[in-house]
């Protein structure tokens, strides 16, 4: 596709649940990262995966947290056990090169989710 | 992680240029300046950046202060589509990952 794309768009879960999020980057870019945004904040980074690199997770808030990336591109976000305070949107986006100092970032529309 | 400093919010009329400014007095030599912008209910884009000299493209105009420890976003002739939230932001050299504050929400005034 010509963008970032993320699904679902909107996720509904009940506390405990186990969630998927999933994001698929723009067609060759070797960079990939998970930020969060709860209402009225600003983007809160979580994990950033480069080439064959290990990943990046210094911003996973806890153990519940954890990502994929397979084949370098796809990836998939999942939080286990829900708690109503990871209600926010996941926001995915992509580079080119991973070299985010001299790059732009593409977002996806991310997926909102609501843990009741 | 580095850190910039933006108002919370701005007014603009609309058809006028805005002036959205960003301090980043920790700045190194290295380090990039971006600016990326949210609209309602979609994710963030890419407006500009630069690291040194002021840049220039379709969407606005970076001016970069001689010290570089300060920036401004400039909107030419704002339209009631460029309302969002904007977010100045500092990369640091062997960081790779953006760190994104809380931005300014500008409000386009018709």
């Known amino acids: 596709g010509a963008g970032v794309s993320q699904s679902p768009s909107n996720k509904v879960t009940e506390k405990g649940k186990d969630v998927e999020l999933r994001c698929d980057p723009i067609?060759?870019?070797?960079?990939l990262y998970w930020y969060r945004q709860s209402l009225g904040q600003g983007l809160e980074f979580l994990i950033y995966?480069?080439?064959?690199?290990?990943?990046?997770k210094s911003g996973l808030p806890s153990d519940r947290f954890s990502a994929e990336r397979t084949g370098g591109s796809v990836s998939t976000l999942t939080i286990q056990r829900t708690q109503q305070e990871d209600s926010a949107v996941y926001l995915c986006?992509?580079?080119?090169?991973?070299?985010?100092?001299?790059?732009?970032?593409?977002f996806g529309s991310g997926t909102q989710l609501s843990v009741l | 992680d580095a850190k910039t400093t933006q108002p919370n919010s701005m007014e603009s009329n609309e058809e006028e240029p805005v002036h959205l400014p960003c301090n980043h007095s920790?700045?190194?030599?290295?380090?990039?300046i971006h600016w990326y912008r949210q609209l309602p209910s979609q994710g963030p884009e890419y407006v500009i950046h630069?690291?040194?000299s002021n840049v220039n493209n379709r969407m606005a105009s970076l001016a970069i202060a001689e010290d570089r420890k300060s920036s401004t976003l400039i909107l030419h002739r704002a339209t009631l589509r460029d309302a969002a939230v904007y977010y100045c932001?500092?990369?640091?050299?062997?960081?790779?990952?953006?760190?994104f504050g809380t931005g300014t929400r500008l409000t386009i005034i018709p």
């Open positions: 067609s060759g870019h070797t960079a």
């Open positions: 986006a992509s580079s080119a090169t991973g070299r985010g100092i001299n790059e732009k970032l593409f």
């Open positions: 920790t700045i190194s030599g290295t380090d990039y």
């Open positions: 995966f480069q080439g064959n690199s290990a990943p990046d």
């Open positions: 630069g690291l040194t």
């Open positions: 932001i500092q990369s640091n050299f062997g960081n790779e990952k953006l760190t």
